[in-house]
């Protein structure tokens, strides 16, 4: 009967052994996905800044195409010639008269 009880004391201990290694084993697993799903929110969080940051620079580049788009138009109309004729070559009509302030 003896050796009966010290066996059973073992299988115990290996029991315990075995329960608190398996857990440990599960408690730092938890631990190892907790800190991964923490660097995966703060990855997340700078995404998503990244996202906003580059969908204003969207916008603002839209704006500008949009802005060059109505230039481009202006710059073929007669308006627009006639105004650079006048102010950087100097050019008037025959029958335009220019009158110079005196100094």
């Known amino acids: 009967m003896g050796k009966r009880k010290t ?6 201990w290996t029991n315990r052994i075995t329960l608190i290694g ?3 084993v599960v408690l730092l697993l938890a631990l190892t996905l907790h800190i991964r799903g923490l660097d995966l929110q703060k990855k997340d969080l ?17 704006q500008e195409a949009e802005e060059l788009a109505q230039e481009q138009i202006y710059v073929q109309t007669k308006e627009y010639i ?5 102010e950087k ?12 302030p005196s100094n």
């Open 22 to 24: 398996a857990t440990v």
């Open 82 to 86: 006639e105004k650079t004729a006048k």
């Open 89 to 100: 070559l100097g050019l008037v009509y025959p029958d335009e008269i220019l009158l110079k």
């Open 46 to 62: 700078e995404y998503h800044d990244k996202e906003l940051i580059l969908e204003s620079q969207v916008a603002a580049e839209s």
């Open 7 to 12: 066996r059973h004391r073992d299988g115990q």
